[in-house]
């Protein structure tokens, strides 16, 4: 017996008059406002909610832009290819080019956080602007190291990551191209001229009423863990363009003469003693620990990556010709 009735369209409406109520519309604009005596409390936690949610993707956005443009500048300075450290020459001027561009963008990401962590805020969010410092703490060590061959010191890298010195750091930098590196005690205070404008007055004193991002030893100590691994990487490239009788090349250490050392030996050299340090420090048992303790195995097996390479050099050696060096084939760059 065929089925009686009329069938239920997909849409769910019967297509008939329909009954009962009318349906209220979900249109908020047509609800009426809620009404009772804890609304306006609620609509404050709401709003500090809301506000607080936005600082805090605000200042992760801000980290992850601080670790792109400080792994570029880790990748301009992996480019150089110094005989010697520490580098004596000025840096090629499109890699010095290139490294300005790049602290130009951190060290406006930098200043743009300063309201965002004043007070007890700057350890409250301590932990979303952590990757950035630290990537930041290794391109300035690495730069530092290439050019001096010494370990940044906590209070010069605070300075740089501090967010009140931007104008310094790069003007210093544009006006002398033949000293890339910016010390602190070298900064001579900029004096304001009789033409300077109100506004820029304004923006000075609300620059001194600011507190500079605070740099914690934790995140200097994990840096220098990063900064190592460039040096393994620098020095790797180093051994393998290196002609061998360079690369061997000995000097008097008893009476402290290093002069003449190639740059993979200054580098292992330095990695050596790097390790011996990180090795005697007390890690603990908190947070700091745990990534302290990672960060020391990648650390050892970047130091005998380096003893490796020069073994393989020192035992096959004398079997690859007189001034041989590593060649890229220009059929696999194009």
Wanted: net charge negative; aromatic share 6%; hydrophobic share 30%.
């Amino acid at each position: 017996m065929p089925p009686t009735g009329t069938k239920r369209p997909f849409s769910g409406s019967s297509g008939g008059p329909r009954s009962g109520p009318k349906p209220q519309s979900h249109n908020p604009a047509q609800q009426p406002a809620p009404t009772g005596p804890y609304i306006s409390a609620f609509t404050q936690f709401r709003n500090e909610l809301d506000a607080h949610q936005d600082r805090r993707e605000r200042i992760i956005k801000a980290s992850r832009d601080i670790t792109a443009a400080s792994k570029k500048i880790i990748f301009s300075l992996q480019r150089l290819r110094p005989p010697t450290l520490p580098i004596t020459t000025p840096l090629p001027h499109h890699i010095n080019n290139e490294i300005l561009q790049y602290e130009s963008k951190i060290q406006h990401l930098l200043t743009s956080l300063l309201p965002d962590l004043q007070g007890l805020d700057g350890s409250r969010w301590q932990r979303q602007i952590s990757p950035g410092l630290q990537e930041y703490i290794e391109a300035i060590s690495f730069r530092h190291y290439l050019l001096k061959r010494k370990v940044i010191e906590w209070k010069e890298a605070e300075w740089y990551v501090c967010g009140l010195n931007g104008e310094q750091i790069l003007g210093r930098e544009q006006s002398d191209e033949g000293k890339e590196d910016v010390e602190m005690t070298d900064v001579v205070s900029t004096q304001t001229t009789e033409g300077s404008t109100t506004e820029g007055e304004k923006k000075e004193e609300q620059k001194k009423e600011l507190k500079g991002i605070q740099l914690s030893k934790e995140d200097y100590i994990l840096g220098l863990f990063d900064m190592t691994g460039e040096m393994m990487r620098f020095a790797i490239t180093s051994v393998a363009t290196t002609p061998l009788s360079q690369l061997l090349n000995t000097a008097d250490t008893t009476s402290g003469d290093v002069k003449g050392t190639s740059t993979p030996q200054c580098l292992l050299r330095d990695l050596r003693s790097l390790r011996s340090l990180f090795e005697c420090m007390d890690m603990g048992f908190s947070a700091f620990g745990k990534d302290a303790e990672k960060k020391l195995g990648v650390m050892q097996d970047s130091v005998v990556k380096v003893e490796y390479a020069f073994y393989g050099m020192v035992v096959r050696g004398s079997e690859r010709p007189e001034g041989w060096v590593a060649e890229v084939d220009a059929a696999e760059n194009e």
